[in-house]
């Protein structure tokens, strides 16, 4: 199943480098079989806390991000792709639900080349995706929210990394784990969400839980991912270093590692697989859906040291490092996905005190928000929650109304206020896949999903 995936997204990347002639390219193994060009960038650049500059100089403000499509109805030429390609050309905008921007594709090219067979059932596929999106049918279930942390980009060097071997192997999983679970999510009729679509805002700034309508057939899935940080005191230990931009605008990673090689990769973090995966399956997402990034502020973002007070040796240009996480949250947001809270110093709130709380919350607004835009989702660090109080009325007053902690079985529900809700998350880490197997059995078989390189016993 892996290997079948990963076929698919090598025919996707193949379509994305007809676009432009320097992209990055996957390399797990030596920086040296990167693309010479991009190579050279970045070897001329190690001091650059910024690699994305490099690798994409053309991207000045955001709006350089969300025309890309441009490009490709301009350069995509028939005869230059297979068929398969062609489809993949449409399903770029049908996983963002961009049905315009999908005929206006398809329009072009039987302008340029005329019409063909497969050319009209493309715009026949389109218009059975737009059925699919909207003739819906009220739901009734529960609601599955789903989470994880960063993945084990490199799972030999973190089962040889003892200070990080253990909080990695029960906190996260690894590329071949979360292929093998969102296959098997897919397969199970499970669609992605906005976890916003589950509240509608009532005029007095409340929210009250919406009715919610999904095509026949399908499952709701609310996907989240905590940090999403890449704590520079965590470097070398197995996770990437941080989330760059290729010169398509496209989300992918970099990291260097102790002997100095250099990689750059779309197949070892959640982002850029899980974008790969939603081209090739447009089904997947509802009306564009990804997923929520929940930030926390105290080692920055994105891999990106914007906080006020870095560590020692950590870059000190905080505009820089601010301006490359601005557009980071910008290619993610036009990818579809949201954001949210996850507090800014990761405390446990329930043993803090309201003046920590509070002095924590306005940290975050002051020093995240500006990055990552306005949210109204919280996500309590380590899923210890608080339902009422001081610090919940200090967040709803902050704008905060959907409220999320951690618990195996699906909870959705509204909070003592009656005026936000609460949320409960399933945990997809190796916790999980050690001590979960019949509790997940119905999403996923923990046996099936499981990474070789991942050991059986724990021995650490």
Not at 161 to 176: G, Q, V
Not at 247 to 267: F, L, M, P, Q
Not at 326 to 331: G, Q, R
């Amino acid at each position: 199943m892996v290997n079948k995936f990963l076929r698919i997204t090598a025919i996707f990347i193949s379509l994305i480098m007809l676009l432009s002639a320097a992209s990055c390219r996957t390399n797990e193994k030596n920086s040296d079989n990167i693309d010479s060009d991009v190579t050279e960038k970045v070897k001329n650049n190690k001091n650059d806390p910024a690699p994305s500059d490099t690798l994409k100089d053309d991207i000045t403000d955001t709006d350089n991000i969300t025309d890309s499509h441009d490009e490709v109805i301009d350069v995509l030429e028939p005869m230059d792709m297979s068929e398969e390609q062609i489809a993949l050309g449409v399903n770029e905008f049908l996983c963002k639900y961009d049905l315009s921007g999908a005929r206006e594709y398809v329009n072009t090219l039987i302008s340029k080349h005329g019409d063909s067979e497969f050319l009209s059932s493309e715009l026949s596929r389109i218009d059975d995706y737009e059925l699919f999106q909207t003739d819906t049918v009220l739901y009734n279930g529960e609601v599955e929210h789903v989470f994880t942390h960063c993945l084990i980009a490199f799972p030999e060097l973190c089962y040889n990394s003892p200070k990080m071997t253990a909080a990695l192997d029960e906190d996260c999983i690894t590329p071949h784990e979360f292929i093998n679970i969102f296959n098997s999510l897919y397969d199970k009729g499970y669609i992605l969400i906005d976890i916003n679509s589950l509240v509608e805002t009532e005029d007095d700034g409340s929210v009250s839980l919406a009715k919610l309508y999904l095509p026949k057939g399908k499952k709701p899935l609310v996907f989240s991912i905590d940090d999403v940080t890449y704590d520079s005191r965590k470097a070398g230990t197995g996770m990437v270093d941080k989330l760059i931009l290729d010169d398509n605008g496209r989300v992918c990673t970099y990291t260097k590692h102790a002997d100095g090689t250099e990689v750059i990769s779309y197949e070892n973090e959640i982002f850029p697989l899980l974008e790969s995966f939603v081209r090739n399956h447009p089904d997947f997402t509802f009306r564009g859906a990804r997923g929520t990034l929940c930030h926390t502020g105290f080692d920055g973002l994105f891999g990106y040291r914007t906080q006020s007070n870095p560590y020692p040796g950590e870059p000190t240009d905080r505009d820089t490092e601010i301006a490359q996480a601005v557009k980071i949250a910008a290619a993610l947001r036009e990818e579809g996905w949201t954001f949210a809270s996850h507090s800014y110093g990761h405390a446990n709130m329930p043993n803090c005190s309201f003046g920590y709380n509070k002095e924590d919350t306005d940290n975050w607004l002051e020093e995240v928000t500006p990055i990552i835009g306005d949210t109204q989702i919280m996500v309590w660090p380590y899923g210890a929650f608080i339902r009422e109080g001081e610090t919940h009325d200090y967040l709803y007053e902050q704008g905060f109304r959907i409220f999320c902690g951690v618990g195996v079985p699906a909870y959705l529900a509204y909070e003592p206020d009656g005026k936000s809700v609460f949320m409960d998350r399933k945990s997809l880490d190796g916790y999980a896949l050690r001590n979960r197997h019949d509790k997940y059995l119905y999403l996923f078989d923990t046996e099936e999903v499981w990474d070789p390189l991942r050991p059986k016993e724990i021995t650490w």
